[in-house]
């Protein structure tokens, strides 16, 4: 993925090449993440190879618990996630259902470089357990806000870039951060909300374009810390639009989707909501037409934001728009 070239070659005695071993890789900086004076950073290139060391993951969330504060491991684990480029059936896994349910872990799925930086910055400030959700499809792009001093002329750009690729690394504000659990609107509006994070929220913003072109105002939010999330900003975004599409790269059938969806369901009982994703079946194929077909898209983030549109409050259909009354925002 070439996110950590040129790593190796500037600090070539705390850049480790370990053995393809997932558990290894883990375990160990699990290890060595117990020592106050280290910040461990494990990667395990393809989230899909992070399966046989869920145990780790598990022994990482609790350990702080298990040992009543006395304990606990300073250890970011880094993984690549998501279909993308016909990665097929073993590369192109989506793990944030998988992960989010472990009791004690902090997990990051960050949808621009900014944020990457930011979150890891402040991961490492934290001193525990984190998970960082790194979508395949997000490498190489130019997304979200700039970094402070990065270069606008064309040019400057394309010799960044270069440099990048060839293993240079920029020289970024050490004080950046980007915190936990404080969610970023992507963009404002008024008629329905789409909660989202990492490749989800672009997918999102595409389909919030071809709203637009209908006259219907899409407020996008891009979570940005799944565990724990920014519940105050998007209750306070669905208590306005009065509806809510929730968009991952995840299956949704049993996704951490369900999970933003159901707190919103509690806080406004019979609001409109819908939950997109990829679709449930087993894998995904190397063929990029069967890829497209199974992954989220723009109009399955449209079609569910329609039928929201489409519904009144409690359930039932309409045939044009409704409006939520005002006892569904109280309290």
Known sequence: MQATAGLQARHP?????????????IGTACGAGLHDDLVVMPEVQFSDYSLNS????????????????????????RTPVDPFGGG???????????????????????????DVYGLLMTAADYRASVVCLEPKWMY???????????????????????SIMRGDIPDIDPDLRVPFSKAAIRRSGN???????????WTAMAAADQLAGDGIDTEVIDLRTLVPPDFD????????????????????FAG??????GAVVERFPGLPTRAVGQK?????????????????????????????????????ASAGWSWVPPRYFLG
Not at 56 to 72: D, E, F, I, K, P
Not at 91 to 101: A, L, N, R, W
Not at 103 to 112: E, F, K, N, R
Not at 233 to 247: D, H, I, K, P
């Open 280 to 316: 449930n079946v087993p894998g995904i194929a190397q063929s990029l037409v069967l890829e497209d077909a199974t992954i989220l898209t723009a109009a399955d983030v449209v079609h569910g934001a329609r039928q929201v549109l489409q519904s009144q409050a409690g359930g039932a």
């Open 140 to 162: 190489r792009q130019s997304l979200g806000p700039a970094f402070p001093g990065e270069p606008t002329d064309a040019a400057a750009i394309a010799e960044l870039r270069k």
């Open 233 to 252: 900003t998007v209750f306070a975004s669905v208590q306005r639009t009065g509806r809510l599409v929730v968009a991952a790269e995840d299956r949704s």
């Open 256 to 261: 951490f989707v369900r999970s933003i969806q």
């Open 13 to 25: 005695d705390r850049i480790i090449d370990a053995p393809l071993n997932e558990p290894l890789i």
């Open 191 to 201: 008629d329905v909300t789409v909660v989202a994070w990492g490749r989800a929220v």
């Open 88 to 114: 097929a059936i073993y590369h192109s896994m989506s793990i944030d259902g998988y992960t989010t349910p472990i009791p004690g872990l902090v997990i990051i799925m960050p949808s621009t470089s900014f």
């Open 54 to 77: 869920f145990h780790w993951l598990v022994h990482m969330g609790n350990t702080y618990w298990a040992s009543n504060g006395r304990t606990r491991f300073a250890t970011i684990l």
